[in-house]
Structure formats: structure tokens, C-alpha cells
């Protein structure tokens, strides 16, 4: 069956009010990077270090801005619509325990870099063992994990300018426009203007998101019958068999069987998300060792909000929203786009599809800027170009930030695009395995550098193989999913955590083998008052007060 | 960047101070609040099921919601306690 296009024609006026609010944001970010500064962005300090000193509400902002993404608004809800809870309400648990995981270590890790002028991962790896080797492993996986991330923002973007009815047509060059359109964007907005204008569009983004989603939450289920209506009319569909598969569609609620994935998929995505470049150069903006801890109490508030999105994919199933795209196919990644426009007059949904798409946009730029920096410092620098002059620095930089764009745009193009939340998952499979070097030495020093560097490939190889290896049964394509049966126990987990508990047993019986025959673990240089370092102590002073003189915070 | 890594150690002290005093038991309290909002949601099967259902919200749901207030107020004790559990930590 050939289900009419719901979007088929080009909707005139969301379209306007998209692209009018849109130019508004981007102009108004354009000249806030103007007005605040009269010089220009050629050192990589003023293109891609954010402000630091930054209290708690703007740390608030500024990690929620970053974290909730196209990930909470288009994969997380369509997920729910496709194959329901498991695979998509585990991100209310995830983004829960978070909260908890960071707050024990985030502290440490931001005392021990203010002491030593760390910005990123691999910076306090080098300095914790002196070994470029460990040190470049967890620069690369940080580089190159983000671009899945990226990829699944670009789908975001893509998602609502194709129910706008941008795009389309019969040809490959017509039908991928949106997408394209949406890179040219992102990448000539972050190319002109760093870190400083994604930082001052971070608040008008919330400002859209949160009103869009309040009154969707308030007016949609009363048109759907009510929440009763909802929760029925999802455990219908899921319980209905699949013709692809030959099982039911999906989970109303996880079932026997069913709690490895649904717990390993929140701890292992809870366990990775702060070891992003992204996360971590938000988490130390912040102006003092507790105010992210502080932060730990009160960013749960941002759950509840991801909770309520992710509902919206079982409203549009009670609304019978039909999510097909511009090519006749139907793509459960417009789910959400189709029911706001299904539902709500032309011009409110258009501010909708803006708030998506500069909710996209935003944590992009600031994706990519994060992995571009740690290219420039931790391999750029250490491997190439010992001697690179600040502007060699800030234009590598700007390069990369638009390579990683490039190659996120590869993603999508080749990967499997209708469950795009997968292309989170396969990052968060990659960037779990620098957990050990990273956190773990937060602690100790028992870890060996090369046991860690040995986990850390088995894990990567592991991971990959294994999500390589997950055919999507509708489509045929490989990384269609990031469950696979946890080896000795027979259930599905989320492979990032399978491949982290091998990672984790090489790293431990390598150091102790290479432990007990005396092998050099590097020059440590860091001590133990570093990672208790606050914002009174000199040191730490000196480098809050560097990073804020080089550019003073454009949102305070 | 004009700094190398790890290496600026004009502004050091002249020795390690070590880790500040801390209160152990504060400390320990602070964790197990920490840890219970992971066991909890870890659990699955204590909470994968319909009913008692609030609000039209079959349980499965309304209690991973409640959850979020719980983590939050726990997640807030315990900075309140590693404040005071420590000296050398304060805002």
C-alpha cells in the first residue's frame, strides 16, 4: 500500500515561520559574536573555548542546551512510535542515573584540569601516565564517536524540512536536498562563528523548545483521548505482529527478558555521555569544582521534559499520525514533525519545526567544534605540528570542524537512517570504551597505561564488530540496532556495556601481569591535592582567570 | 595554546598537600544516596508493570517520573553532605 503523503505539498506558511525565526537566531548570534568582541576569531582560544566561570543557572543552560538534543525531540519519540518502550523510554532512566555518575567523578576530573590546563580527556590522560599512545586513543575515540552524534542531528534537521515540504522528487540529488541544505547551514554558521554564538542562541533555543512542548503536552492528548486512550492505543500496536519479523512490533512495557536491555541501554548511554568532547567542555566551563554538582541535582528537570517527548511518539500512534516521506516511503524519524502539523494551525507549527531545528543546530555546532578542538590539541599538535602558530591552531580547527560535519553527513547517507537513534547508541558503544582511562584514573594509578590501552582496543573492535553484525530485518542493512545477546547469559544488552565489561577485564589482568613484572606506568603529573583543587587555589585561579580573559562569556 | 601539558608547575606548592580532611561517614552516607537511585531504575523487573496505574499512566511509567524527583532531592543531599563532609570543598 502507497499511504498518501500527509506533507505532500509544501507547507507555505510553517515553512516562512521556519525560516524566519531561523534567520532571526542565526543573525542575532552573528552579531552577538560582533558586538562582544572587536577582534577577530583567528586563535583557536577565541574560536573554540567557551567562557569559563559560568555559575549554575547558566551551567544549567548551557549542559541542557547540549545535551538534549534532536536526539530528545525526533529519535528518542520516533523509537517510541516504531518499536516502543525499550528501545526508546530507557532515555528517561538514562538521563536519570546520569546525574549520579557524574556528580562522583566530574568533580575530581574538574579540579585535576584547572590545576593542570586540561581541556580535554586525552589532555589529563597525558598527563596522568605521559604516554601519547593512551592519549591519542582517547582523542580519536572522542573525534570520531561525536560524528554519530552529529549524524543525528543532521537527521533532525532533515526530519522537518522534509514534512515542510522541502525536498523530495525522484532523483538522488533532489531527494538527500534537505539534508544537504541542513550541513550547508550548520557548517557555514559554525565555520564564521565558533563556540560564541551557539552559547547566545542557547537560550532562545530553550526558551522555543520549552514552550512547544508545553503546549503540546497540554492540548494534544485531550484530541487523542485522553492519556487512557494513548497508553491503549500504544499496547495495541505493539502487541500486533510485525510482517517483517514475524514477532509483535515492539514493547508496550519490557517484558521477561527484556530488563538487560532496558538497564544496560540507560547505564551504558549514562556512562558515555560525559565522556564526549561536547560534555566535557561544558562540564568545565563551569566556575567551581561543585557547581556541576550542584548541577546534578536540578538537570533532572530536563528528564521529566525527555520523558513527556518521548510520550509524543505514542500520542502520534493514538493520533494514527502517518509519518511518510517526501519519497512515498514511511520513515518513523517524521513522527513528531507530522503530528504538529497534523494538529496545530500553520504558523504554530512552523515556530515547532523552528524550535527543532535550532534545537539541532546548536548542540551540532557545538559537537563539532568540541571534536575539532581535540583534534587540534591532542593530535594536530602533539603528532604533526609541534610548532603550530595560534592561527595555524584556530584554522586546522575550523578545518576539522567542518571534516567531522563532512563525515557526519557520510553517515547518514550510508548508514541506516530510519532509526537514527542508533547512530547515538554506536557513539556511546565507541566513546564507553576511554571510560576506564579516563575516570578510572581519576583514582588510581593501579591501571597500566598499555593494559589500558589493550582494553580500550578490544573493546572498540568488540563493539564495532558486534553492532556491524545487527541487520535491521525491514531494511537489510548492517548497525541497524545496538542490542546483541550478552555473552554467558542469553538476553539482549546494549553492546557498548558488553564490549566495556571486556574492556575492563583485559585492562585489569594486563596491569596486574605488567604490575608484577615491574613495567614502567609513565611519569605521573599530577598529585593527589590536584583533584581537590577549587577555585580559591592559586593555580586553578590562574587558569580560570586565562581562559576568561581570552574571551569574555557572551551569556551571563 | 602556549602552555605545555601538565607542565606548569611555577605556581605550585613546594609539596603535596595531599586530600583535605574529610568526614568519612558523611561521605559514605553521601554515596549510598548516590547509588540507591541506580539500583532502583537498574531493577527492572521491580517496576516493569501495568498496574497500579495513576492518572490513565500505567505504573511502568508514573514510577520512572516519580523517579526523577527522588534522584533529584537524593542527588541534592548528598552535595549538601560532601560539602560538609569536606572543608577544603566549598561553593
Known sequence: MTPLAAGGGVNGVALTVLIVLFLIVTVAGFMATRFQRGDSLDTLDEWGLGGRKFGTWVTWFLLGGDLYTAYTFIAVPAAMFATGAVAGFFAVPYTIILYPIIFIFMARLWSVSHRHGYVTTADFVRGRYDDRGLSLAVAVTGFVATMPYIALQLVGIEAVLEVAGLGGGDNVLAQDLPLFVAFAVLAAFTYSSGLRAPAVIAFVKDTLIYLVIIVAIVYLPSQVGGWEGIFGAAKEKMATVNEATGKPTGAFIPGVGQGWAYATLALGSAMALFMYPHSVTASLSSGSRNTIRKNASILPAYSFVLGLLALLGWVAIAAKTNPVGLDGQPNPQLVVPQLFEDFFPDWFTGVAFAAIAIGALVPAAIMSIAAANTFTRNIYKEWLHKDATPAQEARVSKITSLVVKAFALGFVLTLDNQNAINFQLLGGIWILQTFPAVVFSLYTRWFHRYALLAGWAVGIVYGTVKAYQVINPATGKHFGGSLAEIPGLGDMGYIALTAFALNLLVAVVVSAVLNATKVSNGRDATRTSDYYADKDDPTVAHDLQRTNDLEAPPAR | ?91
Do not use: N
Open chain 2, 1 to 91: 595554546m602556549g602552555m605545555s601539558l601538565g607542565d606548569d608547575t611555577s605556581r605550585e606548592p613546594a609539596h603535596d598537600r595531599g586530600a583535605p580532611p574529610t568526614d568519612t561517614g558523611k561521605m559514605v552516607a553521601a554515596g549510598v544516596l548516590l547509588a540507591i537511585p541506580l539500583i532502583a531504575l537498574m531493577w527492572v523487573p521491580s517496576y516493569a508493570k501495568e498496574t497500579p496505574k495513576l492518572f490513565g499512566f500505567p505504573f511502568f511509567f508514573w514510577y520512572q517520573f516519580l523517579w526523577v524527583f527522588i534522584c533529584s532531592a537524593m542527588t541534592w543531599t548528598a552535595y549538601r553532605l560532601t560539602l560538609s563532609a569536606r572543608k577544603g570543598d566549598r561553593k
